[in-house]
T-cell receptor
Framework: EAQVTQNPRYLITVTGKKLTVTCSQN?????MSWYRQDPGLGLRQIYY???????DKGDVPEGYKVSRKEKRNFPLILESPSPNQTSLYFC?????????????FGPGTRLTVT | AQTVTQSQPEMSVQEAETVTLSCTYD???????LFWYKQPPSRQMILVIR??????QNATENRFSVNFQKAAKSFSLKISDSQLGDAAMYFC????????????FGTGTRLTVIP
């Protein structure tokens, strides 16, 4: 089954404790992105990657890191989480030429930073 | 950056009736894509319908259709014969046809379906 998976689905952590949210897709997509969703703000892009070893900042990259060492994986790293990073996070993937750049979303990760 | 505006934070509709959700966007580009995504309580983002800007014909997917007005930069979603399962948050999104892989989202409209 074609899908984007994220782990963990729920995470409660404390300020300053490094964490990683994993994202994996099995569709051989070149493009992958991370978004955060906050009430009243919709979804905003954090980082994106157009292929292995190619990443760039989105609209709200501060406090986040990413890496793309393999095509299928695109982890999101919070080196020193803060309460303002409490949010719902989505990973998405897509491929140029397919379905007009439709993005396939993961199930979301609910992160709470206390 | 492009902006997408959904001016209706909440909407409600009677079951079996029709409802229209509004979306406007701001861009200087001529080629782009527009999308409506549905987010039910499960939080999963589900693509409802897409529209290519170069196409004049409005997209339709079963009970869902759009009214795409390129000059007015308007992209509304019409849901006909509303069903209880249509209750969700709906997001309008914009994507350029060139350049970075970035979807710009509106702030969403929460749709309630009244039995």
């Amino acid at each position: 089954e074609a899908q984007v998976t994220q782990n963990p689905r729920y995470l409660i952590t404390v300020t300053g404790k490094k964490l990683t949210v994993t994202c994996s897709q099995n569709m051989n997509h070149e493009y992958m992105s991370w978004y955060r969703q906050d009430p009243g703000l919709g979804l905003r892009q954090i980082y994106y990657s157009m292929n292995v070893e190619v990443t760039d900042k989105g609209d709200v990259p501060e406090g986040y890191k990413v890496s793309r060492k393999e095509k299928r994986n695109f982890p999101l790293i919070l080196e020193s989480p803060s309460p303002n990073q409490t949010s719902l996070y989505f990973c998405a993937s897509s491929s140029p030429g397919l379905a007009r750049y439709e993005q396939y979303f993961g199930p979301g990760t609910r992160l709470t930073v206390t | 950056a492009q902006t997408v505006t959904q001016s209706q934070p909440e909407m409600s509709v009677q079951e079996a009736e029709t409802v229209t959700l509004s979306c406007t966007y701001d861009t200087s580009e001529s080629d782009y894509y527009l999308f409506w995504y549905k987010q039910p309580p499960s939080r999963q983002m589900i693509l409802v319908i897409r529209q290519e800007a170069y196409k004049q014909q409005n997209a339709t997917e079963n009970r869902f259709s759009v009214n795409f007005q390129k000059a007015a930069k308007s992209f509304s979603l019409k849901i006909s014969d509303s069903q209880l399962g249509d209750a969700a948050m709906y997001f309008c999104a914009y994507r350029s046809a060139a350049g970075a892989n970035n979807l710009f989202f509106g702030t969403g409209t929460r749709l309630t379906v009244i039995p």
